[in-house]
């Protein structure tokens, strides 16, 4: 059996934007995990409540770039209110604990959005409405362009992490939190500061997605449990493998759906996550210097 | 400058110090000998704000500092360098240095002469300052340890066993270094098994022995009768 040259390139296109939003929600999570050792089960819903957000603005300015700013600072903030109020008081404790507090937190979260927004789902206008001709298909401008931005904003993670001064203060109290305390580094400001950027991460995840998908209070389900999966197959705190991660098992759903409904391609990625966890349980990728 | 008084601490049940008292003056380099398992690493510890004491009191520059958090204490010119010498192994060596040096209130023209001068105290650093701090030797990682300690300007540096598994070239340069800094002012608590290098580069030793310290006394006098020494260490 061949496949078509074209439907393997549109699935490769596929893969490769729904790769992109999956590392940027997937980094955020990944870079809280690998400082804190907190395994943030509310991730999702501050993706959903970045969408949440995003979408309020946007009904009131009609601005879809006010939307993801507003949605960015204002999920930021959030995660430096919930990181100083329930993470911080649980620091050093069992970890269970803060599995238990994130996880009560991602019930309270999803609650107040569907007592707050109500049950029906909400939409946001892209903000480029184009399409494109890819072969028999009209393919929107709007899909490669949250590929573009997701890739952007990781990169510029990835720059800051790398030269910038509080960069180096996040990595140190990445690898050794005792001794970056000792070298004058605010850790628990740190631990704040890195929770807020994977909350805003998160957010802007949420904004970039609502236009496919529409905005509901249980989006962020379906999300965080790939982004689980991404983190786990990618090594828990390896940011660059859960980026190669998220890629590698996006192309490989948007393989497998060529053949099988894509209900059913997810089921890849599950077998993909049991095999990483019986053979390689630190992650499928060497870990990258962090 | 840095006063101890009657510090106990716990590592859960486990009661570690049993009423510690340190005195170190301003520039002055004060050793703390004694047998393995005696408290030296936790009294420095504790100082530091790693271990929180139960009891007792410990002062900088007459303000009370017990319990206060580690990098408070760095920034109030407190640095440690700790036994298992705790580079950040995935940072490079500049990075390293940098962790220390990227605090509020440094200007460039600061950076560069602190950085200077580390780099002209220990060249390797300088040659390998965009390695990972992980592919460093034993020596060069001690020499990374002081010297990015050294970063964050401190009034005194804790240095928890320097020269431990150390060759002798390496025994000589930190003996060089420790000189360097008391030149410049700094005051030294330094933990060694290394009595002679002890005798040689402080002022006054302190002897722990299970938790406490037994004697005190200035390092010409135990240069010239060794009894006490043989008596708490057993060499």
Known sequence: MTIPFDLLLIQVINGIVTGMILALVASGLTLIFGIMDVVNFAHGELFMLGAYLGSTVFLTTGNFWLALGAAVMGIGLLGAVIQTTTLRPLLGRDPLTTILATFGLSLVLQNYALWQYGPVPRKINEPITGHFSLFYLEYPWYRLLVAVLSAAIIGGLWLFMKYGKYGIWIRATTQDRVMAAAMGIPVPLVHTVVFAIGAAMAAASGVLFGPLTGVNHAMGLDFILRAFIVVVVGGMGNLGGSILAAIFLSLLEAFASIWVSPAQAVIVSFVVLILTLLFRPTGLFVPTPK | MLSVQNVHTYYGKSHILHGVSIDVGPGEVVGLLGRNGVGKSTTLKTIMGLVRPSEGTITFEGR??????????????????????????????????????????????????????????????????????GTLSGGEQQMLAIARAMMLEPKIILLDEPTEGLMPRMVAQIHEIIDVLHGDGVAILLVEQNVRLTLEVSSRVYFMEKGVVRHHAPAADLRRNDAVIHQYLGV
């Open chain 2, 64 to 133: 009370s500092v017990a319990g206060a958090a580690p990098y408070h204490l760095a920034r109030l010119g407190i640095a440690y360098v700790p036994e298992d010498r705790r580079i950040f192994r995935l940072l490079t060596v500049l990075e390293n240095l940098r962790t220390g040096l990227d605090r509020p209130g440094v200007p460039p023209e600061r950076r560069d002469a602190l950085l200077a001068k580390v780099y002209g105290s220990f060249p390797v650093l300088r040659e390998r300052r965009n390695q990972a701090g």
